[in-house]
Structure formats: structure tokens, C-alpha cells
């Protein structure tokens, strides 16, 4: 299969029955040796400073990986986009624009399937059954999610790093289901971690250092059972059709189609506190002020940019705050007693 890079999560079903093998670019860039290369690559091409890491970093994964086709999201993630699409043309790459619409419905996500379909060269009859094909690997998924927060077995980096990967199935959905199949058939086998911990929910785009900061998190004894836009790579509400599949799938849509989900997943998992990051130079960022107001738990904001590793000064910033959330949770204890 000829690969196809893909900016962010797409309908990967109309993709792959159009021959094409999806490469989420984000993933390529966090498992480079070295991503910070990648960026420079972007920058001596002249992508400002001051640009978000992201961005360049696909750029520069295109052009020094050699992915000649690539899936723009131009609406519904980022709008810089949209300008990283016409320097890829200059670089005479297969750059095709994909838009979520403004609202979350299906006779709206339809002609958006339909355009793709076409512009790709396949029907949805056959991306729907391609669908039917990644669903047992979807439920995997959402197996494994379900076994980080209900029975404690998954670590919070295993349930980011195999929801992430559903975005494109590390481009092979069949060795992505038999590998999974295999480490929750392993979960099955181990102790739960301790009832007492901190539960931790994460918002937000997966981080530049999520690779160092789960294992931060749980080496200071709370643990991450929600992780908002990954659990949401893995399409939780699947529908009866592509077109309600991707209604469902929140992160492109409205912050508070995001907040309903965020909500109840909060209440659902008896989470104790809320990480959310913000990537350096995203519009993204401003969301932080409607999640403080909305979330009625305590809130710790990261940012990040090209720093692929936690510094001594987030690392502060988080012992704080899960020293913050215990010394509460035992005042409350206390109290509780007293009475």
C-alpha cells in the first residue's frame, strides 16, 4: 500500500479502501530519535520561530521520510495548516485538503466523506466496509481504556500511547488488533495498581513529552485514567455510519462539545485533579480559560513547544500540584472523621 501522511486524525477508513496506508505525521515526529532535527528542517526552510512545533515537525517528517501524499486537515485542528499545506505544494507534494464541518452532524460530515471518497479515488460503500474491519480493533481500544480506570491494570503511558496510535493503527490495523489482543490478554494477569492513588485526568493535544511525563506522574503516586483526545482517536461513539462515527468523534468541533464528554468522564472515573496542556503558539491555548471555569476540580495548565523531555520546572510545577490534591484529599478525611 502506497503511504498517505496524515495530519491529524481523518476518516482513515475511506484512506485504506482507496489502497493507502495512513501515517499519522505527530507519530512519526515524537518516535524520531530525534524530532528536534525534524523542526530544523522546517526552520531553515523558513518556518518562523515562534510557529508551533507541530507543524514544523510534519514538515519536516514529510520531507525527510519521503511521504509525497498527505491529508490536511484544514478546519477542525489547526489553521495553520492550511499555510503548512502550500509549502508542501511548493515542495511539488500531493498536499489534499480535508474539512470537518462547523457542526457536529452527519448530513453535514456526509459531503465531507463523499468529496474524499472521491478526490481519493473509492466510494463509501467501500470505506464501510473497511469500517467493519477496524471496529474489533476500535473495541480493543476502548477495552483497554475501560481496563485503565475500572479495574486499574493499565498504566496511564499504555492507554496514551495505544489510543494515540488508533489514529492511523501505527499503519497496519491488523498487527496494531493482534498486538493489543495480546497486552490486555497480559493485564488480565496483573495486580491492580493501588486503590489509594491520585486519579488524574489529562486534557488536551497529546503532549511534546508524554513519552517522560506518565511515568513522572505515577512515580509520585498518582496515575492518569483519562485521556480526553486520545480516548477520542479511538471514535468511543461509533454510530450506525462513517457520517455518525465522525459527528461523534469531539476534538474537531465546538470546546463544548468537548466539555460535555470531559464532564462526565471526570464524574465517571472519580477523577481528583485535571492536567491540561497547551502546545506554545496554538489558539488552542485560550481554551484553558473556558476549562477553569467549566471544571470543578483542581486544574493544572502545561505548555510545551519543542522540548521533548519534562524540565526541572514543569517537574516542580507537578509535584505541586499532586502534593496540592493529597494534602486536600486528607483534610477532607479529617473532617470527615471529626463528624
Known amino acids: 500500500m502506497k503511504k498517505i501522511g496524515i495530519t491529524t486524525t481523518v476518516p482513515v477508513e475511506v484512506l485504506i479502501a482507496a489502497g493507502y496506508q495512513p501515517i499519522d505525521l505527530n507519530n512519526v515526529l515524537v518516535a524520531d530519535p530525534d524530532p528536534g532535527r525534524l523542526i530544523t ?6 518556518f518562523p520561530l515562534n510557529c508551533c512545533s507541530w507543524i514544523k515537525g510534519i514538515y519536516g517528517v514529510c520531507l525527510d521520510y519521503g511521504i509525497n501524499d498527505v491529508i490536511c486537515v484544514t478546519s477542525g485542528d489547526c489553521s495553520n495548516t ?3 499545506m502550500e509549502t508542501l505544494k511548493l515542495k511539488s507534494l500531493n498536499a489534499v485538503p480535508f474539512a470537518y464541518p462547523d457542526s457536529p452532524y452527519p448530513h453535514l460530515m456526509q ?3 463523499e468529496e474524499l471518497a472521491a478526490t481519493l479515488g473509492t466510494t463509501l460503500e467501500d470505506a ?3 469500517r467493519d474491519e477496524l471496529k474489533a480493533a476500535r473495541d480493543l481500544a476502548l477495552k483497554l481504556d475501560e481496563l485503565t480506570w475500572q479495574q486499574n491494570t493499565v498504566s496511564g503511558w499504555e492507554n496514551h500511547l495505544w489510543l494515540v496510535s488508533a489514529s492511523d493503527f501505527n499503519g497496519d490495523f491488523r498487527k496494531y488488533r493482534r498486538e493489543l489482543q495480546g497486552l490486555l490478554e497480559a493485564c488480565s494477569n496483573r495486580q491492580p495498581y493501588p486503590a489509594g492513588q491520585l486519579r488524574l485526568a489529562y486534557i488536551g493535544v497529546p503532549s511534546v513529552y508524554a513519552r517522560e511525563l506518565y511515568p513522572f506522574i ?3 503516586g498518582a496515575r492518569v485514567v483519562f485521556n480526553e483526545v486520545q480516548r477520542q482517536f479511538a471514535l468511543p461513539g461509533p454510530g450506525k455510519s462513517l457520517a455518525e462515527q465522525y459527528s461523534s468523534y469531539t476534538y474537531p468541533y465546538s470546546i463544548h462539545e468537548r466539555l460535555r464528554d470531559i464532564k462526565t468522564e471526570l464524574n465517571r472515573r472519580q477523577v481528583d485533579g ?3 496542556y497547551v502546545q506554545a503558539f496554538c489558539h488552542r491555548g485560550i481554551g484553558d480559560i473556558i476549562f477553569r471555569d467549566a ?3 483542581p486544574v493544572l495548565t502545561l505548555e510545551g513547544n519543542d522540548d521533548f523531555f519534562l524540565n526541572s520546572h514543569i517537574k516542580t510545577r507537578i509535584e505541586a500540584f499532586l502534593d496540592m ?5 486528607q483534610r477532607k478525611y479529617s473532617q470527615a472523621l471529626k463528624k
Open 41 to 46: 528542517i522546517a526552520e531553515r526552510a523558513g
Open 82 to 84: 492550511i499555510m503548512l
Open 111 to 113: 459531503p465531507k466523506l
Open 128 to 130: 464501510d466496509k473497511v
Open 218 to 220: 505515577e512515580k509520585h
Open 274 to 276: 485535571v492536567i491540561h
Open 295 to 297: 471544571i470543578d476540580l
Open 325 to 329: 490534591i493529597q494534602r486536600s484529599r
